[in-house]
């Protein structure tokens, strides 16, 4: 269905939007947080308890997110943390990390995202796209680093924490943290995280093909990803005055090892693939990211400003110079012709203002993003009819948004709030070399109906032109123009309930749900045809968002549900694509979070519980061609943390992953079977860790 572009939704008043985890007595921020070791995981469809992320020894991404209702990440290897937010991918999400925009389309058998979770000080999450302050089409996750503010104790000039961590099914890590006040007003922290991969076995010891056999020579183990993770952190903070900051950080990560080829896709598919092109199984592969930020926080009686400037550099190097030794042809081409030392780099550079200013019942929140993309492809070839040449191509963009939003406090319980938006982008890429604008706006009414109730509703338009190629393959290198594709839009509405309050015999019973749904039209599709991006059609989403929790003395519960469909109303150029699903999508979730704090021991222990139901076989975007249909599973895992008394600043986690060592895979992962014309049938499958015992001994001081 195709929607109105004009502010004249404003005055509609109808539009929904996500709801705050909790209704307070106080009509606090709906953002909720949970702490693990300083890291604050603030969503706003959900609370969770600090406790229970602190146990987790989160040593992927997945650990700190999956249990937020309609959020996943999907991805088992570390570089293809690949976040999803009702179905939608990282490239439908705005992602930053220190106020950096890490919106880089890499490589597409790769995730948006390259970090560490223990470098982690706070992670947002918004889900959805309720607002102007944030863009993008699904939602926003900005993730920040630690600093030594958060770190000192009261009174303390200089502090360290040193952890080691053993997983017998995943590696080991040891991680360095020194942090002081060089002076009253500037303080400093120096942080370095060394990270030892280990090829995993999966649930159940076997890895199997589509028809349930085992593959020979797997043994269980998935290879290709043993390697070495680096992330070293360094922050300087100065206190200018009591109430304006500036911090200038530096963080530069590595990722290295001998790699799979494609590691979004499961290991049976590597092993077709390597005995069909006569392939090594695992390559050489390195991927870096450097992010330089100086951050600028401020206070002014009533208005707050906080700025970041940044540079953001990932680099994705590989050497394919082992296709020399194939013996394979590829469409009539000697496939040791491609043997090629191959670099991808994309920068962002940019600029994020936000201000937020009070004045009588009027909250104002305005800014300013500018983003520049560059992004570069090369690759020296070394061997065969094109050794000694070099093939580079390069593409760039530029983003320039404008916002401003006015909260209204109309009486204690009635809140208005509008606001607009301006987007430009000027886009010079293979497909297209254009600048596209919009005007968007947003419209949310929140009625606190008694200090337990809270009750919220809005819509916001959305917005994103076309985007640049991914780098890895190219950089728009081969892609075939289409001057006439259109930047998507469309609207998100939501409807959500809160409620909080000592019932039912609770210290604290919550309840609370959103409904929601998001239509995109002109969606983009990436694979309109052979490197050939188009608009193909209108795509719609919905589903809900519910959790459940109940405290009462030590012992705190949380079960959450979740579910989001999408549907594809096709142009009639792609007819056939009519009624397609969004590959992401998964099956309706469940996850149940079970805590208890024994206090004669200072011992904390935690059950989580997930389960998402199988979806059947139908039509997708870039899904399975043969068979799509995805697998139920459900998964435990326990854990135990325990901080003795007699010995401050030690701490001793225990764990066990995938208890039951369930064989399975992330519905926001590679999953089924599909046809290629050169390798003949693939099982995609990329296998999550079966069970895993995990060790995590720390030290503060």
Do not use: C
Not at 236 to 242: A, E, Q, R, V, Y
């Amino acid at each position: 269905m195709k929607h109105t572009r004009n502010l004249n939704l404003l005055a509609l008043g109808i539009a929904v939007a996500n709801v705050s985890s909790m209704a307070y007595a106080n009509n606090a921020s709906p953002m909720e947080e949970v702490v693990t070791w300083g890291t604050e995981v603030r969503a706003s469809s959900i609370k969770i308890d600090e406790k229970a992320m602190a146990i987790k020894q989160a040593d992927h991404i997945s650990d700190l997110l999956r249990e937020i209702p309609g959020v996943d990440v999907g991805g088992a290897h570390s570089l293809n943390q690949r976040i999803t937010i009702r179905s939608m991918d990282d490239k439908d999400l705005k992602i930053s990390i220190d106020g950096a925009n890490q919106n880089t389309y890499m490589y597409h058998h790769m995730g948006n995202l390259q970090i560490h979770a223990d470098i982690l000080k706070s992670v947002d999450v918004e889900i959805g796209t309720n607002s102007v302050i944030n863009g993008g089409l699904g939602g926003a996750v900005r993730f920040e680093t630690k600093d030594a503010e958060q770190l000192l104790k009261d009174g303390q000039q200089f502090g360290g924490r040193a952890q080691a961590s053993y997983g017998d099914n995943s590696g080991n890590s040891i991680a360095i943290t020194g942090f002081g006040k060089i002076t009253d007003n500037v303080d400093f922290l120096l942080y370095h995280n060394d990270v030892n991969k280990d090829n995993y076995e999966v649930g159940g010891g076997k890895i199997k093909d589509a028809n349930g056999v085992e593959v020979p020579g797997t043994n269980g183990e998935v290879k290709g990803l043993e390697g070495d993770v680096k992330d070293t952190l360094f922050k300087l903070g100065w206190d200018i005055t009591d109430s304006q900051r500036i911090k200038l950080g530096y963080e530069t990560y590595e990722d290295k090892g001998n790699y799979s080829y494609r590691p979004d896709m499961g290991l049976a598919t590597d092993v077709a693939i390597g005995i069909a092109l006569d392939a090594p199984l695992v390559w050489p592969t390195e991927f870096t990211r450097d992010t330089l930020t100086l951050n600028y926080e401020a206070e002014f009686g009533n208005t707050f400003v906080r700025a970041s400037l940044f540079d953001n550099q990932s680099t994705l190097e590989r050497d394919e110079s082992a296709w020399q030794n194939s013996t394979a042809v590829i469409r009539g081409t000697p496939a040791s012709d491609s043997s090629a030392i191959i670099t991808g780099d994309a920068d962002n550079q940019g600029l994020n203002l936000l201000i937020e200013t009070g004045l009588d019942n009027h909250t104002f929140t305005y800014g300013l993003e500018h983003v520049k993309y560059d992004t570069r492809y090369q690759a020296r070839y070394v061997f065969g009819a094109n050794a000694g040449t070099t093939v580079s191509s390069s593409e760039e963009a530029t983003n320039i948004s404008l916002f401003i939003q006015d909260r209204i406090q109309l009486t204690d319980q009635l809140a208005l709030i509008p606001g607009i938006r301006y987007d430009e982008s000027d886009v010079d890429s293979a497909t297209v070399d254009k600048s596209y604008d919009d005007i968007s706006g947003a419209f949310a009414v929140e009625y606190q109906v008694n200090d337990n109730l809270l009750l919220k509703a809005s819509t916001t338009q959305l917005f994103k032109a076309p985007e640049v190629a991914e780098v890895f393959v190219g950089a728009g290198l081969g892609d075939t123009p289409n001057p006439d594709i259109k930047a998507e839009t469309g609207t998100n509405t939501e409807l959500s309930l809160a409620y909080e309050d000592a019932v039912l015999g609770a210290d604290k019973f919550a309840f609370g749900f959103t409904v929601f749904q998001t239509d995109i039209d002109d969606y983009i599709y990436d694979y309109a045809g052979r490197n050939f991006k188009d608009n193909v059609g209108d795509m719609e989403l919905e589903g809900y968002e519910v959790y459940f929790s109940y405290d009462i003395g030590n012992l705190k519960t949380l079960l959450t549900f979740s579910d989001a469909e999408s549907d594809l109303n096709a142009n009639a150029d792609y007819a056939a694509l009519d009624g397609a699903r969004i590959d992401r999508q998964q099956g309706d979730t469940i996850s149940l979070n079970i805590d208890y704090h024994v206090e004669s021991l200072n011992l904390d222990l935690h059950w989580g519980i997930l389960s998402v139901d199988d979806v059947s076989a139908d039509l997708d975007l870039d899904g399975a061609s043969l068979d799509n249909a995805k697998d139920s599973f459900t998964v435990h895992n326990v854990s135990a943390r325990w901080q003795p008394e007699s010995l401050n600043g030690l701490s001793l986690t225990v764990g066990v992953d995938n208890l039951f060592d369930k064989y399975y895979a992330s519905q926001s992962s590679r999953t089924g079977t599909s046809f290629h014309p050169l390798f003949g049938q693939l099982y995609l499958l990329d296998y999550e860790p079966g069970r895993n015992m995990k060790l995590t001994v720390s030290y503060d001081f």
